[in-house]
């Protein structure tokens, strides 16, 4: 039975697209140089507060975008690998380990950077605070996890461009407006009733949303000694 359920909230969705754009301007940004660096900073700044506040979403927010719905157990990932259980309506067992990879290496690559430095004009606002020796480490971290996570990008794309063209399954309509057309019966095989409800997606949800993420970039910016209250 073919139902069209609402699967990701507008949170989870402005958070996905948000992110792709401070991604592209971050990487265009750093690679033009000069005065750009502080607008590669600026976008690292909002790529950190976009990571944080989907970790407290994915405890707080609507069932498909909660970590307790999508990270597999071993026994689950080895069920849907072996066709045992259905993939689910939102990520997919094997799905969920590349949005947790993305996330990890997104959290390292924007922390390092605010130790880094140029050796030019530009340092991270946490550069001054330990010595030559830990910057120049955390500097080649963050160039060496920018490689990982473009690999992962270059991943992430591929398993779209698969699930598009090959399974014609359609992935990103959901990831733009939300909705998507599941089969109960297949992709719902073996999972508890809670994992095949659909994501609560209204008013109240969406203003958490927004404070949250308000909250947390304010907080980050008067940490790092960018604002003052
Ligand atoms: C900088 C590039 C990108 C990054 C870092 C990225 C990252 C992510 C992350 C972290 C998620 C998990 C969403 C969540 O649960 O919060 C996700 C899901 C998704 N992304 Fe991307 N994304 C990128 C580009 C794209 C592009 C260009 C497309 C479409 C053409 C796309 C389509 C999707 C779709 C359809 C999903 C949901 C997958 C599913 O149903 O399991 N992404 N992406
Ligand atoms: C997720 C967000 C970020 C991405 C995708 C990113 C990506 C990159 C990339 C690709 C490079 C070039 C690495 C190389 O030399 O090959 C770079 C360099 C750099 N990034 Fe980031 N970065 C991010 C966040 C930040 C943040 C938040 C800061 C500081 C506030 C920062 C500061 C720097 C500095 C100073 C360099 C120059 C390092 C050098 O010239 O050796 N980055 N970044």
Aim: with cysteine.
């Amino acid at each position: 039975m073919k139902r069209t359920l609402r699967i990701w909230d507008l949170p989870t969705r402005l958070f996905h697209w948000l992110l792709v754009v401070c991604i592209t301007g971050a990487v265009i940004c750093v690679n033009i140089g000069g005065y750009w660096m502080q607008w590669h900073a600026y976008f690292g700044y909002a790529v950190l507060s976009l990571v944080l506040f989907r970790v407290l979403w994915g405890f707080i927010g609507a069932i498909h975008s909660r970590f307790i719905t999508f990270i597999p157990s071993p026994q689950r990932l080895i069920a849907f690998l072996t066709g045992k259980e259905g993939g689910g309506f939102g990520h997919s067992p094997l799905g969920s380990l590349s949005v947790i990879a993305l996330l990890l290496v997104l959290g390292i690559q924007a922390g390092t950077g605010l130790f880094t430095d140029d050796d030019i004009a530009f340092q991270g606002p946490l550069a001054k605070y330990v010595s030559n020796a830990t910057v120049s480490l955390l500097g080649s971290i963050h160039a060496l996890n920018s490689n990982i996570l473009f690999g992962l990008i270059g991943l992430h794309l591929l398993a779209i461009a698969y699930y598009q063209w090959v399974k014609r399954e359609s992935i990103v309509m959901p990831m733009i407006q939300g909705d998507k057309e599941v089969d109960v019966e297949r992709e719902g095989s073996g999972l508890p009733a809670v994992a095949l409800l659909a994501s609560k997606d209204g008013a109240a949800q969406r203003l958490t949303a927004l404070l949250s993420l308000c909250v947390i970039a304010l907080l980050l910016l008067y940490a790092l000694g960018i604002i003052s209250f």
